[in-house]
């Protein structure tokens, strides 16, 4: 466990901030949908007005080159900045983003991973990266995103899921439920503190994610083959092939497999209650067999 200095200096630029009117975080209420305790979800219903980068329509600025002043939290030498979520549901939710361009839809680098790991080192919690629109990214600027947890705090609703999955997956097992196909996890785990070594060893499990889910390679590949989500904490890494960007009015991105769902005005509660969550993101989710697309109907 790190001294978590991010989390404290997140905290503390937020509420500056929020007071100068440079962060605006969302109003939500906030209702448990209770399923087996593996697959449990949280679903806010946004209150307040739709935020400018939730909506589709229409070029957008880059808001990180630049990137507002007030809302940096820390420098990493040499490529990359830490910045806090301008439209927060959760205290201290930060941005790890490229210094210069690099595309969200492009390859994780090495480099992404040592600036993450020196991140994670101090203050570690549920991280997630939405590769491009179809996974449900608002900004095509590279950028990965912490939601900070206390040490005895579950990273997120699904945990147990992914921790199943990761067990099953050790066994071999096969299924034919499209979201288990859609998705792969692999142990975090790591004996070495070395920080370079950490951040090649999260870089290998991420291109072994990649491999196994048919999604190409760096070395063969200028890009993924399609839009993807990843999910990473303390314990396991998760990858999800997209193919769509949302259904029955809900968008879906990494947090949507962790276990976090937002309803705006557009979503349709109803389908919700009669459907469930993982119905929802087997809606978007591209199942994987045998490194082989099996086509679903829209």
Not at 25 to 31: A, D, I, K, V
Not at 114 to 140: C, E, K, M, Y
Request: proline share 7%; hydrophobic share 35%.
């Amino acid at each position: 466990m790190g001294t978590e200095t991010y989390w404290k200096r997140a905290l503390e630029q937020s509420e500056r901030a929020l007071k100068s009117g440079a962060l605006v975080p969302l109003s939500t209420s906030l209702e448990h949908l209770v399923g087996n305790p593996e697959s449990n979800f949280e679903l806010r219903t946004l209150e307040s007005r739709l935020p400018k980068h939730l909506k589709r329509e229409g070029p957008k600025p880059n808001p990180f080159q630049p990137w507002d002043p007030q809302l940096e939290v820390a420098r990493l030498d040499p490529g990359h900045a830490v910045i806090l979520n301008k439209y927060p549901v959760q205290r201290g939710h930060m941005l790890l983003i490229t210094s210069d361009w690099a595309a969200q839809d492009s390859w994780l680098t090495l480099a992404d991973w040592t600036a993450l790991v020196h991140v994670d080192q101090d203050t570690s919690g549920l991280w997630f990266f939405n590769s491009g629109p179809i996974a449900g990214a608002s900004q095509p600027h590279r950028h990965l995103q912490l939601l900070p947890r206390n040490k005895d705090e579950i990273s997120c609703p699904r945990d147990l899921w992914f921790q199943k999955q990761l067990a099953s997956q050790r066994r071999i097992e096969t299924t034919n439920d499209s979201l288990l196909n859609s998705c792969s996890v692999v142990s975090r785990f790591n004996p070495s503190k070395n920080q370079d070594e950490q951040a090649q060893h999260l870089y290998d499990c991420y291109l072994s994610l990649s491999k196994q889910l048919g999604n190409g390679h760096p070395s063969q590949d200028q890009r993924p083959r399609s839009f993807y989500n990843l999910l990473l904490t303390p314990q396991w890494m998760a990858m999800v092939r997209r193919r769509r960007e949302g259904a029955a009015g809900f968008s879906i991105n990494a947090l949507g497999f962790a276990g976090y769902l937002l309803a705006t005005a557009s979503a349709d509660r109803n389908w919700l209650k009669v459907h469930g969550p993982e119905a929802l993101l087997r809606e978007v989710a591209l199942e994987i067999r045998g490194n082989t697309v099996v086509e679903s109907s829209p």
